[in-house]
């Protein structure tokens, strides 16, 4: 290389090289506080009615909130897989 050449970089390029940006690591940082925040009321629920129907009253709760997610996906899934008849 003679010492007239040199070599030039755009601003552009440099930025692409840094990393992940900024935006994901908002985007992430949100995602992160949702969960934690659905978690912890999800938490408080659990425990509140643990106090208030027992071990078995909840097991009930969480099995009958389950079955009933359970159903509408299926009937989701089903109308998805069978909508070309």
Known sequence: MEGSETLVTRDEDAEEEEGLGRRFWLRFAGGVLAVGVVLF??????WRAF????FLGV???I??????FGWVY???SAR???SYE
Do not use: N, P
């Open 41 to 46: 009321v999800g938490l408080l629920i659990f």
């Open 51 to 54: 106090y208030a129907w027992g």
């Open 59 to 61: 097991f009930v709760v």
């Open 63 to 68: 099995a009958v909130a389950g079955l009933i």
């Open 74 to 76: 299926d009937r989701r």
């Open 80 to 82: 998805r897989t069978h």
